[in-house]
């Protein structure tokens, strides 16, 4: 059997249309002749053509890639069956709506040989369909969150104490028989909007003393749709964000006894503020600014009830 240097990991749910994108893209990577590597598609339950599409592509690529389809719902199920089926000491991941640098895979391998490390993170550069929003504020102090997709640490390759984006990251297929899986009640299923499953799983990394590396030149473009560059969809990415914090705690006793009617008044206490701040704020990016805040914080409250009413 050939030893697999790297498993590349394509999760897909309903966007064949981006998919088709994503894996010619692949086509075009540039990789030393003795250097070799797989390519996983894992279909999650996708309900349009998705299927045809990835098994013409396979059928028809030089590529060595094979489709998977995983029927349990959810990001971090899907990411979990890749890990399953993948072959390589690598596992690199991103998903079906980037295309890539032709030396990106090149540049991540090239990272863990030169780096002790447990995981790379790459760089993310944001494509918009037009102009980037005129309410985005993606510098400075009142910087919003990355729902663009962009994770741009610099141009020289260091060790991070921040997680990856999933959108591009790869770990040595060992940390995962060594620290679990990603946790399934965390991360996007379907069309509902949670997260954080890249951090919590990184937090066992860190806590057990493992190191992440940045590389700025294993690059990947991040290719937005009309939907994700509404502020309605920011709202609510930032609502499930806030209720992800909080599903992070609640597997530890030390989280669930953070929880308690102290927290949720601590909790009014933030959304009243972000709420009065939107509302007295004049300059639109600003006022925005506010709002994704009260979302979040409405996020967490909420979430916060249903764990202690779980209890």
Avoid at 140 to 154: C, H, I, N, V, W
Wanted: hydrophobic content about 40%; some cysteine; aromatic content about 12%.
């Amino acid at each position: 059997m050939i030893r697999m240097n790297a498993s590349v990991i394509i999760c897909t749910y309903n966007r064949s249309h981006s998919l088709l994108n994503t894996l010619e893209s692949l086509e075009k990577i540039a990789m030393p002749e003795n250097w070799v590597w797989e390519l996983i598609i894992v279909d999650n339950d996708s309900s349009d053509d998705t299927k045809m599409v990835a098994e013409t592509f396979v059928s028809g690529t030089n590529l060595n890639a094979r489709y998977v389809f995983e029927e349990r719902q959810g990001l971090s199920s899907a990411r979990n069956r890749g890990i399953k089926e993948a072959t390589g000491d690598i596992v690199a991941f991103s998903d079906d709506d980037m295309t890539f640098d032709s030396h990106w895979l090149f540049e991540i391998l090239a990272a863990f040989e030169k780096c002790p490390c447990i995981c790379v993170a790459g760089k993310i550069i944001p494509r918009w369909p037009e102009e980037k929003p005129t309410w985005l504020i993606d510098e400075g102090p009142s910087q919003m969150p990355a729902f663009d997709g962009r994770f741009d640490l610099g141009d020289q390759i260091l060790e991070i104490d921040k997680h990856p984006f999933g959108g591009n990251m790869a770990y040595k297929k060992s940390a995962f028989s060594k620290y679990g899986l990603f946790r399934t009640d965390l991360g996007r299923t379907g069309n509902h909007l949670m997260a954080n499953e890249e951090t919590e799983f990184c937090d066992r990394l860190f806590a057990a003393g493992e190191k992440i590396v940045y590389s700025p030149r294993a690059v990947v473009y991040h290719h937005l749709e009309d939907g994700q560059t509404t502020k309605a969809y920011w709202l609510k990415r930032m609502f499930n964000h806030g209720r992800s914090a909080i599903r992070m705690k609640d597997q530890s006793k030390s989280g669930l006894h953070r929880l308690s009617v102290f927290s949720l008044l601590k909790q009014s206490y933030r959304i009243l503020e972000n709420v009065f701040r939107w509302l007295l704020t004049f300059d639109h990016r600003m006022r925005f600014f506010h709002k994704l805040r009260m979302y979040r914080s409405l996020g967490v409250f909420t979430e916060s009830i249903k764990v202690l009413m779980q209890r």
